[in-house]
């Protein structure tokens, strides 16, 4: 008897320690991605604020663009917990320039950009991550409406 409830608790113990190994890696997740966001969010700010466009050429600026569009993928069906971690290292990543007035508009036009095509972004990000020349264009198909979307979520920063 004493046998079995030593096995009882080995196995309780063990999957207690591996649902919050699970947990702890779902959280380091969301921090990690909401982190990477908010960041690319606060640095593609700064460029519209100064210039007023987002230059497709720059490979700085299609490299966050794909950091957005990772968090926002990230973001769509997720869990109310990951969301909860997203929006946090979110308003950490873009060092408060996401903070409690804007965040509702900042996640309401991230789980726009989810809903659309931004295949043509995100494969220009991509290249770009490389050090490959994107070849990207305002005239790229889907490149327009995710530009207006991302321009939309970062005017909803002011």
Same mark, same amino acid.
């Given at each position: &008897? !004493?046998?079995? !409830? !030593?096995?009882?608790?080995?196995?309780?113990?063990?999957? &207690? *320690?591996?649902?919050?190994?699970?947990?702890?890696?779902?959280?380091?997740?969301?921090?990690?991605?909401?982190?990477?966001?908010?960041?690319?969010?606060?640095?593609?700010?700064?460029?519209?604020?100064?210039?007023?466009?987002?230059?497709?050429?720059?490979?700085?600026? @299609?490299?966050?663009?794909?950091?957005? @569009?990772?968090?926002?993928?990230?973001?769509?069906?997720?869990?109310?917990?990951?969301?909860?971690?997203?929006?946090?290292?979110? *308003?950490?990543?873009?060092?408060?320039?996401?903070?409690?007035?804007?965040?509702?508009?900042?996640?309401?036009?991230?789980?726009?950009?989810?809903? &659309?095509?931004?295949?043509? @972004?995100?494969?220009?990000?991509?290249?770009?991550?490389?050090?490959?020349?994107?070849? *990207?264009? &305002?005239?790229?198909?889907?490149?327009?409406?995710?530009?207006?979307?991302?321009?939309?979520?970062?005017?909803?920063?002011?």
């Amino acid at each position: &008897m !004493r046998i079995f !409830r !030593r096995l009882v608790a080995a196995c309780t113990a063990a999957l &207690m *320690v591996s649902s919050c190994s699970i947990l702890q890696n779902v959280a380091s997740s969301a921090t990690s991605v909401g982190t990477n966001t908010g960041s690319a969010i606060a640095g593609l700010y700064q460029i519209l604020k100064a210039t007023g466009t987002i230059d497709l050429s720059n490979l700085t600026n @299609l490299i966050n663009l794909g950091k957005i @569009l990772t968090g926002a993928n990230a973001l769509a069906g997720a869990t109310t917990s990951y969301a909860d971690d997203f929006a946090s290292a979110l *308003v950490k990543g873009s060092s408060n320039l996401v903070n409690s007035n804007n965040i509702a508009k900042v996640l309401t036009g991230l789980e726009s950009l989810a809903n &659309m095509d931004t295949s043509a @972004l995100a494969t220009a990000s991509s290249f770009a991550a490389t050090g490959s020349d994107p070849q *990207v264009s &305002m005239s790229s198909k889907g490149i327009s409406d995710s530009m207006n979307a991302i321009t939309k979520l970062l005017a909803g920063l002011e």
